[in-house]
């Protein structure tokens, strides 16, 4: 349970910092493009803020996979399990053409 935690409030500072950078990036002067050092300053300072939340979902982003599994192979209280239906056989042929 604590691994969501974790993966939860990195996915929150992720996008916060996203916001971040979109709101620097468009408050650039209109000569800030990338290659110029304005902006690839900006940019390198969003990833390396970024680098822990990004490794804490490297970490434990098997969690969530863990649980889609257990859930996928659990019997649901939910829904009854499928039949499978029965279609009577009609007798006629059906004919393709090419």
């Known amino acids: 349970m604590w691994q969501l935690g974790v993966l939860r409030d990195a996915l929150d500072r992720l996008d916060a910092l996203h916001e971040e950078w979109l709101h620097t990036r468009d408050s650039l002067p209109v000569a800030a493009r990338p290659g110029t050092p304005d902006y690839d300053d900006a940019l390198a300072e969003y990833h390396a803020e970024s680098w822990s939340y990004l490794d804490d979902w490297a970490s ?39």
């Open 60 to 98: 434990h982003g098997q969690t969530v996979l863990d649980i889609n599994t257990a859930a996928r192979h659990a019997p649901s209280t939910l829904a009854p399990p499928p039949t499978a239906a029965t279609v009577p056989a009609s007798g006629r042929t059906i004919t393709v053409r090419k």
